[in-house]
T-cell receptor, first 112, second 109 residues
Framework: DVKVTQSSRYLVKRTGEKVFLECVQDMDHENMFWYRQDPGLGLRLIYFSYDVKMKEKGDIPEGYSVSREKKERFSLILESASTNQTSMYLC???????????FGQGTRLTVV | SQQGEEDPQALSIQEGENATMNCSYKTSINNLQWYRQNSGRGLVHLILIRSNEREKHSGRLRVTLDTSKKSSSLLITASRAADTASYFCATKSNYQLIWGAGTKLIIKP
């Protein structure tokens, strides 16, 4: 079974803090994605990566950066957390561009 | 950018009834996928239908795709309490999956 693991289920951070969200997949997938999910808005793509050290901006990259130093790990970084980044963050991976995506359990981040 | 739009936004039915959800999209696609999300959890893939397919079945799930109308439907037959969840369609275009806002399905016992 493919497993995508996010480092935390729940996280509370203060405004201005630097926040790291980690995601690890165990199926040697090339593609990895970070989404945020807000009520009524569906999933919005923040960044994705199709190879190690490669990254592409999604629809809402502002305020975020990513790192993919190893194939199995894709990190999302909030450089200076703000209250409007309070959200559910979902990591996903897929083997190629035409197959299903596998999701982690999500990290509910609250910025106070 | 949000391409898929699910309809209805919410659906409440009795256990044992069939549930139908619809998805419309705007641009040409490689495939269309349906996912389920239980409350506060990650998404689970249900079924993928390619752009050259018209219908696909998986257990109690039936998906149709009409590329001329840019729409898809997901039918869940003989619904169960465990089907209570949010359902999302996602269309595949280039590298990205583009998501709708989802249909919240409630199955009443």
């Amino acid at each position: 079974d493919v497993k995508v693991t996010q480092s935390s289920r729940y996280l509370v951070k203060r405004t201005g803090e630097k926040v790291f969200l980690e995601c690890v997949q165990d199926m040697d997938h090339e593609n990895m994605f970070w989404y945020r999910q807000d009520p009524g808005l569906g999933l919005r793509l923040i960044y994705f990566s199709y190879d190690v050290k490669m990254k592409e901006k999604g629809d809402i990259p502002e305020g975020y950066s990513v790192s993919r130093e190893k194939k199995e790990r894709f990190s999302l970084i909030l450089e200076s957390a703000s209250t409007n980044q309070t959200s559910m963050y979902l990591c996903a991976s897929s083997s190629d561009t035409n197959t299903e995506a596998f999701f982690g359990q999500g990290t509910r981040l609250t910025v106070v | 950018s949000q391409q898929g739009e699910e309809d209805p936004q919410a659906l409440s039915i009795q256990e044992g009834e069939n549930a139908t959800m619809n998805c419309s999209y705007k641009t040409s696609i490689n495939n269309l996928q349906w996912y389920r999300q239980n409350s506060g959890r990650g998404l689970v893939h249900l079924i993928l239908i390619r752009s050259n397919e018209r219908e696909k079945h998986s257990g109690r799930l039936r998906v149709t795709l009409d590329t001329s109308k840019k729409s898809s439907s997901l039918l869940i037959t003989a619904s169960r309490a465990a089907d209570t969840a949010s359902y999302f369609c996602a269309t595949k275009s280039n590298y990205q999956l583009i998501w709708g806002a989802g249909t919240k399905l409630i199955i009443k016992p």
